[in-house]
């Protein structure tokens, strides 16, 4: 496997060891691609998604990656266990029941440990700015103020996006959602954050939404969001595919 370029120092120069990789989804936009196989193996630009955020882990620093698996499981953990290079696999199987992406981090709360860590789904794709996405956002991180730090992108360059825009960021970068159903917000969520175990409780039983602490989170002050500098993708649908790469060709 080629390595990423080593990744360009920020202030602080931490990074989370610890990334959870959302992948136990059923893909049922990005079908029909997705009825062989599970989305996050669905290639993108010469490779699966999932290497994709792989590589930008590893390039990061990063030790441990977490993957939950559901759809087409064994297919999606025998590519993991090939891919790991040097990265420590672990996978939280979800096989049984798919507890949608909340109720995924309850579950793999034993294999995440007690500091703060990466969150990133695997329908997504990235280009670094000026300064790499993981370590910029890592270097907003204020363990005190903060329970989690969601990478943001402006709406107008939310690459294949169809939505409305997800939140507002205010001056000292906490953030809020969109104010008025129907109406743009400024701000979409690529995908990627660094949360805290603190985030983990108080939880329903059975599969929920991360919203559930998010709004927590928000309704606490303690929810903030850093700005993406480079370019991204949401890969969601086998419309974007072509999209992304003839982006990323033209780049």
């Given amino acids: 496997m080629t390595r990423q370029r080593a990744i360009r120092p920020v202030p602080g120069g931490w990074v989370p060891r610890t990334a959870m990789v959302m992948a136990a989804g059923l893909g049922t936009r990005m079908r029909p691609l997705t009825l062989d196989r599970p989305k996050p193996l669905v290639e993108v630009a010469g490779k699966p998604l999932i290497d994709h955020v792989l590589d930008r882990l590893r390039a990061a620093g990063v030790e441990r990656v977490v993957v939950n698996v559901h759809y087409h499981a064994d297919q999606l953990e025998a590519h ?4 790991a290079d040097g990265l420590d696999l672990v996978i939280s199987d979800e096989r049984s029941a ?50 989690a730090l969601l990478l943001m992108v402006p709406l107008a360059r939310a690459n294949n996006h169809l939505g409305r825009g997800d939140f507002h960021l205010g001056g000292d970068g906490q953030i809020v959602r969109r104010r008025q159903p129907g109406r743009p917000a400024p701000f979409v969520w690529t995908g990627i954050q660094i949360l805290s175990p603190r985030l983990i409780r108080g939880w329903p039983e059975g599969p929920f939404s ?42």
Avoid: Y
């Fill in 80 to 83: 993991l266990r090939a891919a």
């Fill in 98 to 147: 798919l507890m949608e992406t909340g109720g995924g981090l309850v579950q793999a709360r034993p294999l995440l440990g007690e500091e703060p860590f990466l969150a990133i789904n695997s329908d997504n794709l990235w280009v670094d700015g000026p300064v790499d996405a993981l370590p910029l956002l890592a270097a907003h991180w204020d363990d005190a103020r903060m329970d």
């Fill in 210 to 251: 991360t919203n559930i602490f998010w709004d927590r989170a928000i309704a606490e002050g303690r929810a903030f969001g850093a700005v993406h500098q480079g370019l991204w993708f949401d890969v969601g649908t086998p419309e974007a595919i072509p999209a992304t790469e003839a982006m990323l060709a033209d780049g």
